[in-house]
């Protein structure tokens, strides 16, 4: 076997017990990734030096595909009606067989960090079939100084093959699709999928898993500091602006997506971000787009013209899901470190498309945390397969995918930090407006930026608030540079008896979604529930 590249010569190419493998390409940088995978015939580079790349039938996560090894140490601590589980002697097989069928490959290993913090950071080695995974995974994660590499020593393994097919009946599995997580072992298994975004997740499922009994709280969120020293974290779904809220101008980046709150501060996990580029423009996203049309980017699913090899960000035949993976370093003004202290604000952010809720809304403690479990937004026509209109998507703690541990854990933690240093919580509609999906308009983004911007600086506090008939939360009654109208959903909406009826509607959702977790919060969380009959 040839070994290739930068690794720790005190335990020498450790490669997890791959046999007869072909090569591995250790720590390889950006350069020599585009020329592996361009020989390979991988991937293709588009005008400006990003190298763009398909997933094939797999243009987003697998969710239902994920399991975790039922065992000792999780039978009692996993959030079993969230994960699906396998037992420790089908994960033993699946191993075997993944082994058995790297052999004869070239192999690509990345040594890595999943965490700026380190006190709470894994080190985490990924092993990949694909040379663009490499560079993706290196790109999303944080890359260890050269003179670390050889003192480096893995806590975890993640294991990506995309042509290995799982069997279901020998794996204990659904279908040819596979993400299995070893927690006691610290191995996690990824096959017959070329979608890049599962290696990352599965980073940040390992870390949900770990960090809850250090007292820290892991965080589907994105985060960003002003000049005062102000950290704020927006928690959000995709496709509700969790990337391109935080990526402001006037603020430094921390991070885009995934982050943890420990009581020395909150900390990225990562070391890239994953934005997604469908209609991605120079004028709305300045520096998102710049980024995506670097040496070095990732792009995933984008459509090139065929002679030009210019992007078009607004083309959506392969998926919706289009994606760009670059290194935090090349948004200008993002954070060196990773890391800030604690939060002044929380931002929760949803899309809603049913057009009802307001564009923002100042929430208590209890009113947070109610919103938090419930991780509200909606998904509309177009973004799934089959989709047809506007169906809700209640998502606990804006990451129900990656849980591996009962909601009430992180909610509870959050809670307390939230209490313990008087963080201002807001609710913040990047959905529609002046009607549903389909009828309305998408909240203008110089709007939502407005307000965001009033509640950083502390400017939205000293607001007017009036209680929302059917949220009870308190919404501002006017902000400078705002349509005052915007600010009151029902006079967006021309026919006044059809807003009432789809408010009536979302509340009912909102009620029966949260039955879940009534047993798990006390009363006043209970109380923040919303009712139509304040619209009465």
């Keep these: 076997m040839e070994t290739i590249g930068h690794f720790n010569t005190a335990c020498g190419a450790d490669t997890f017990g791959f046999r007869k493998l072909k090569a591995v390409r250790w720590n390889f940088e950006a350069a020599r990734l585009?020329?592996?995978?361009?020989?390979?015939?991988?991937?293709?580079?588009?005008?400006?030096?990003?190298?763009?790349?398909?997933?094939?039938?797999?243009?987003?996560?697998?969710p239902k595909d994920k399991f975790v090894v039922k065992d000792a140490l999780t039978e009692g601590t996993v959030w079993w009606e969230n994960n699906g589980a396998i037992t420790p002697a089908q994960f033993e097989i699946?191993?075997?067989?993944?082994?058995?069928?790297?052999?004869?490959?070239?192999?690509?290993?990345?040594?890595?960090?999943?965490?700026?913090?380190?006190?709470?950071?894994?080190?985490?080695?990924?092993?990949?079939?694909?040379?663009?995974?490499?560079?993706?995974?290196?790109?999303?994660?944080?890359?260890?100084?050269?003179?670390?590499?050889?003192?480096?020593?893995?806590e975890m393994t993640i294991v990506d093959l995309p042509s290995f097919k799982a069997d279901p009946k020998r794996h204990g599995c659904r279908s040819e699709t596979v993400v299995a997580i070893d927690f006691t072992r610290k191995i996690v298994l990824i096959g017959g999928s070329a979608y890049a975004g599962e290696m990352k997740k599965s980073v940040f499922t390992y870390l949900n898993y770990i960090l809850p009994t250090k007292g820290v709280v892991p965080m589907h969120c994105s985060a960003n500091v002003g000049r005062n020293e102000?950290?704020?974290?927006?928690?959000?779904?995709?496709?509700?602006?969790?990337?391109?809220?935080?990526?402001?101008?006037?603020?430094?980046?921390?991070?885009?997506?995934?982050?943890?709150?420990?009581?020395?501060?909150i900390f990225n996990f990562e070391g890239g971000c994953y934005a997604k580029t469908i209609k991605l423009s120079a004028e709305a996203e300045p520096q998102i787009y710049a980024a995506s049309q670097r040496f070095g980017t990732v792009l995933e699913n984008v459509v090139l013209d065929p002679i030009s090899?210019?992007?078009?960000?607004?083309?959506?035949?392969?998926?919706?899901?289009t994606r760009s993976a670059y290194p935090l370093d090349f948004i200008p003004n993002a954070s060196r470190t990773g890391r800030a202290g604690t939060p002044k604000n929380i931002v929760m952010l949803t899309a809603d498309a049913f057009g009802v809720m307001p564009p923002i809304a100042k929430l208590t403690p209890a009113e947070a945390m109610y919103h938090f479990l419930s991780g509200y937004t909606a998904k509309v026509a177009g973004t799934e397969r089959g989709l047809v209109g506007v169906e809700p998507e209640f998502s606990t703690c804006f990451g129900s995918p990656f849980l591996p541990r009962h909601p009430s854990e992180y909610a509870n933690l959050l809670r307390d930090f939230i209490a313990k240093h008087h963080v201002d919580c807001w609710l913040v509609?990047?959905?529609?407006?002046?009607?549903?999906?389909?009828?309305?308009?998408?909240?203008?983004?110089?709007?939502?930026?407005?307000?965001?911007?009033?509640?950083?600086?502390?400017?939205?506090?000293?607001?007017?608030?009036?209680?929302?008939?059917?949220?009870?939360?308190?919404?501002?009654?006017?902000?400078?540079?705002?349509?005052?109208?915007?600010?009151?959903?029902v006079k967006t909406w021309q026919d006044k008896a059809e807003f009432a009826e789809t408010a009536k509607t979302l509340v009912a959702m909102f009620r029966e979604n949260f039955k879940r977790f009534e047993?798990?919060?006390?009363?006043?969380?209970?109380?923040?529930?919303?009712?139509?009959?304040?619209?009465?």
């Design 34 to 62: 585009y020329e592996e995978s361009l020989r390979r015939g991988e991937s293709e580079i588009a005008h400006g030096g990003a190298l763009c790349a398909d997933t094939g039938s797999h243009t987003g996560r697998s």
């Design 94 to 154: 699946l191993l075997a067989d993944f082994i058995s069928h790297a052999e004869g490959k070239e192999l690509f290993a990345q040594d890595l960090y999943g965490g700026a913090d380190p006190v709470h950071r894994v080190k985490a080695r990924v092993f990949t079939e694909f040379a663009w995974h490499s560079l993706f995974i290196r790109n999303l994660l944080i890359r260890p100084a050269p003179e670390e590499i050889p003192s480096y020593v893995p």
């Design 230 to 265: 102000d950290p704020a974290i927006f928690f959000g779904l995709s496709g509700t602006g969790k990337t391109t809220l935080s990526a402001d101008p006037d603020r430094t980046l921390i991070g885009d997506d995934e982050h943890g709150w420990s009581k020395d501060g």
């Design 309 to 321: 090899r210019v992007v078009d960000f607004d083309d959506q035949s392969k998926t919706e899901n």
């Design 429 to 489: 509609n990047t959905g529609w407006t002046g009607g549903k999906y389909g009828t309305g308009r998408r909240m203008p983004i110089r709007v939502t930026r407005r307000l965001l911007s009033a509640a950083l600086d502390g400017s939205l506090n000293r607001a007017d608030f009036r209680r929302d008939p059917y949220f009870g939360f308190a919404v501002p009654t006017s902000v400078p540079g705002v349509e005052p109208h915007i600010l009151y959903p």
């Design 519 to 536: 047993s798990h919060v006390d009363d006043a969380v209970k109380a923040a529930a919303p009712t139509s009959s304040l619209a009465a």
